[in-house]
């Protein structure tokens, strides 16, 4: 029996999550998330996933445990019992409570923040708290909590990292895509750790030299406020990396290990050098002495369909006008019709037959 035909495909088709979920950008006009066979949108309304909740806190935890799983940061996942020998993420949540004072029984506010960031006393964690715009602090039940979920799936999508959750991936594209990954974790991927300015790294410190034996007399070692050892010979003024503005020595700053720790950035500076968006959760990738969100660096080392929005692991592909299609995805984005060797419109990134192009243009 020739197996050779089953395995030129693989088929590993995502799993359907959140199928009739409503979009929260469509505001009710949109019944239900309907996934498209293959194009990672809604067919009801046209928008993407992020647009509909379609995860769980539980899921988001799953898919960031599989990224951070077998890099240098593996200490911020933990293995699920009696699961299936995966990892989950170790988010680190922050509840706040404040007293009310009243006439009658005192009573209390709790501020329940869906991520912080983790190794830190309180006090420095609500410090750098109140230094991201309120819009974008992820309290629990809050548009900034929804903000952070949206950015976990477009900054992070589990098909770069996953390649069960892409839609068909040949045996040799499978290998081609855990290697590629593999590699990203070693060399590219991070988590950024905040500190006060001078407080982060220690020993890793490109600048500083270890003592003999590798150690450090109790006099030039001291205890930083998030629970790492710092050099009493500070600088007397440190400057982020992106804005050049001066980073007060008493206002928590982000350090990127990859980058070396002579290198800070304010909190609302820790973006990515493409879309200068906040890199969610402080995940972060270096790539060319400059930060980057998982979804640029992806592009950036490999093509990305601009039909399926996964990598491409294969060398054969459609190219036009710096993007990339899958040759079985080089379709209008109305009718679906493939567009190989036909006339076709590009109108800012949407492919169309000229047939779809006309009736846009007459809507």
Request: charged content about 25%; hydrophobic content about 30%.
């Amino acid at each position: 029996m020739d197996l050779s035909a089953g395995m030129q495909k693989m088929s590993v088709a995502p799993e359907s999550a959140g199928r009739g979920v409503p979009c929260l950008r469509c505001k009710g006009i949109c019944t239900g998330f309907q996934p498209h066979s293959w194009r990672k949108l809604c067919q009801v309304c046209r928008c993407c996933p992020e647009d509909h909740d379609l995860y769980s806190d539980a899921e988001d935890d799953r898919k960031i445990g599989r990224l951070l799983t077998d890099s240098k940061n593996s200490s911020l996942t933990a293995r699920v019992k009696g699961g299936d020998g995966g990892r989950i993420y170790k988010r680190n949540r922050m509840i706040i409570t404040n007293p009310i004072v009243s006439r009658k029984d005192p009573t209390f506010d709790t501020i329940t923040y869906e991520w912080a960031p983790p190794g830190l006393t309180q006090k420095l964690a609500i410090l750098y708290m109140e230094l991201i715009p309120k819009e974008m602090q992820p309290v629990a039940g809050t548009e900034g909590a929804y903000h952070r979920r949206r950015q976990l799936l477009r900054q992070l999508p589990v098909y770069d990292v996953d390649p069960a959750q892409c839609l068909s991936l040949s045996e040799g594209e499978v290998g081609a895509m855990e290697e590629f990954v593999k590699l990203y974790k070693q060399d590219a991927l991070g988590v950024g750790e905040v500190a006060l300015p001078g407080e982060a790294g220690t020993a890793k410190d490109e600048g500083k030299q270890p003592q003999k034996n590798g150690k450090k007399t109790p006099q030039e070692t001291s205890s930083a406020p998030n629970g790492t050892v710092t050099d009493c010979n500070k600088k007397s003024e440190y400057h982020c990396e992106r804005c050049k503005q001066v980073a007060p020595l008493g206002s928590p700053v982000v350090f990127a290990e990859r980058g070396g720790y002579a290198r800070l950035w304010h909190p609302t500076c820790f973006v990515c050098c493409r879309c200068s968006e906040a890199l969610v959760d402080l995940i972060y990738f270096w790539k060319d002495e400059s930060l980057m969100c998982g979804r640029h660096y992806c592009e950036a080392v490999r093509p990305r369909c601009a039909g399926c929005d996964e990598i491409i692991f294969s060398e054969d592909y459609q190219q036009m006008e710096g993007l990339a299609w899958h040759r079985n995805h080089f379709s209008c984005v109305e009718c679906e019709q493939p567009l190989t060797a036909k006339s076709f419109i590009l109108d800012q990134a949407k492919l169309l037959c000229t047939t779809c192009s006309k009736s846009s243009k007459r809507a």
